[in-house]
């Protein structure tokens, strides 16, 4: 298992990042989770960084991820890897994203919702389940208007197979520093309306590996980091079809 020589580097990189982020921000970095996107990753490199303690891996393409959870499952049964989609979400798709992974992201509308709640397995824990919002309210963008935000979180917080944690958001790539804070925080706008009208909420999903810094500015507790954990991804993986 040592197909990338510098995993471990970009790794430990990374929790510096992270340390020195946070304590720019006055903030303590244990309120800060690393989610690992490991699109177009395979199981193998998966294992590698859970092998340096990474627990919670973040997947886009549903027939990826379904191989990769299984094959992660096959090869280490005794890690509690955490898998999380943060993938656009087709209707006809929610149920394995019901029965396979611990958190959603991406749902923008209720009836993605309404389908994931009735498909959890009665037994299993709640989905734990973040709104995604289009804080910059461009229409080709994913995720519900701001305006929107509030009613689409009531109706998930209402669902018994799903628990409401918080906002994810994908803003676009901004030049500087100032812009992105300017995008994150328009998110957390989007959060705070929640939280003020009483959504027991926690979970602000925001910041890649070129923002990171600026979404823990703005209150990020989960940030999204693929490329500077595994490194570029190749084009051709970039430009595999949503599954
Ligand atoms: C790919 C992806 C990421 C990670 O992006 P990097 O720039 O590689 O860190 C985060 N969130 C979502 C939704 C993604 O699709």
């Given at each position: 298992?040592?197909?990338?020589?510098?995993l471990?580097?970009?790794?430990?990189?990374l929790?510096?990042r992270?340390r020195?982020?946070?304590?720019?921000?006055?903030r303590d970095?244990?309120?800060?989770?690393?989610?690992?996107?490991?699109?177009?990753?395979?199981?193998?490199?998966?294992?590698?960084l859970?092998?340096?303690?990474?627990?919670?891996f973040?997947?886009n393409?549903?027939?990826e991820?379904?191989a990769?959870?299984a094959?992660?499952?096959?090869?280490?049964?005794?890690l509690?890897?955490?898998?999380?989609?943060?993938?656009?979400?087709?209707?006809?798709?929610?149920?394995?994203?019901?029965?396979?992974f611990?958190w959603?992201?991406s749902?923008?509308?209720?009836?993605?919702?309404?389908?994931l709640?009735?498909?959890r397995?009665p037994?299993?824990p709640?989905?734990?389940?973040c709104?995604?919002v289009?804080?910059?309210?461009?229409?080709s963008?994913?995720?519900?208007?701001?305006?929107?935000?509030?009613?689409?979180?009531?109706?998930?917080?209402?669902?018994?197979?799903?628990?409401?944690r918080?906002?994810?958001a994908?803003?676009e790539?901004?030049?500087?520093?100032?812009?992105?804070r300017?995008?994150?925080?328009?998110v957390?706008?989007v959060?705070e309306?929640l939280?003020?009208a009483g959504?027991?909420?926690?979970?602000?999903?925001v910041?890649?590996?070129?923002?990171?810094?600026?979404?823990?500015?703005?209150?990020?507790?989960?940030v999204?980091?693929?490329?500077?954990?595994?490194?570029?991804?190749?084009r051709?993986?970039?430009l595999?079809?949503?599954?």
């Amino acid at each position: 298992m040592n197909g990338d020589p510098l995993l471990r580097e970009r790794y430990e990189r990374l929790a510096a990042r992270l340390r020195a982020a946070c304590h720019a921000a006055g903030r303590d970095p244990g309120e800060v989770r690393v989610l690992a996107v490991s699109k177009t990753i395979d199981t193998a490199g998966v294992l590698e960084l859970a092998a340096l303690g990474q627990r919670a891996f973040g997947e886009n393409y549903l027939q990826e991820a379904q191989a990769k959870i299984a094959g992660c499952a096959l090869e280490r049964p005794d890690l509690a890897l955490e898998w999380h989609f943060i993938g656009p979400i087709q209707s006809n798709k929610t149920r394995p994203i019901a029965e396979h992974f611990a958190w959603v992201h991406s749902i923008e509308r209720e009836k993605i919702a309404r389908r994931l709640s009735e498909q959890r397995a009665p037994g299993a824990p709640a989905l734990q389940a973040c709104i995604q919002v289009n804080a910059s309210g461009e229409p080709s963008k994913s995720g519900c208007a701001p305006g929107q935000a509030l009613e689409l979180a009531r109706a998930v917080a209402a669902l018994p197979g799903l628990r409401l944690r918080g906002v994810m958001a994908i803003p676009e790539p901004a030049a500087d520093y100032a812009a992105q804070r300017a995008q994150f925080a328009a998110v957390r706008a989007v959060f705070e309306t929640l939280r003020d009208a009483g959504l027991a909420v926690d979970t602000l999903s925001v910041g890649m590996s070129d923002d990171l810094e600026a979404a823990v500015a703005e209150g990020a507790t989960i940030v999204r980091i693929g490329t500077a954990l595994f490194g570029p991804r190749t084009r051709s993986a970039q430009l595999r079809p949503l599954t």
